[in-house]
Nanobody
């Protein structure tokens, strides 16, 4: 049973912080790139961040650079997305997804997806 489970979403005020988790079950994340995507109704799915397997390179959408940080903790088989200085436009359902080795901006190239976690940013 291969599974990704997101957690850590919730309600936060503008300027606040959340830490999202993406926990893998049934396989190890060592050989996979892990991407974080977000989805808002009526908008295209956007890749907000990714971390590659082989070299650990990280990538961020321009809209989140300097505010979000992606990290992998091998012992936990988990990838995290630390989100600081949150803005209302960050409100979305956040998904993690995996593909072999290297990151891609194309969501269709990812093999396995979690069910998502809701992030709400409101005053």
């Amino acid at each position: 049973q291969l599974q990704l489970v997101e957690s850590g979403g919730g309600l936060v005020q503008p300027g606040g912080s959340l830490r999202l988790s993406c926990a893998a079950s049934g396989f190890t994340l060592d050989y996979y790139a892990i991407g974080w995507f977000r989805q808002t109704p009526g908008k295209e799915r956007e890749r907000v961040s990714c971390i590659s397997a082989s070299n650990g390179n990280t990538y961020y959408a321009d809209s989140v650079k300097g505010r979000f940080t992606i990290s992998r903790v091998i012992v936990n088989n988990t990838v995290y997305l630390q989100m600081n200085s949150l803005k209302p436009e960050d409100m979305a359902v956040y998904y993690c997804a995996v593909r072999r080795n290297y990151c891609s901006t194309n969501a269709r190239l990812y093999d396995l997806w979690g069910q998502g976690t809701q992030v709400t940013v409101s005053s």
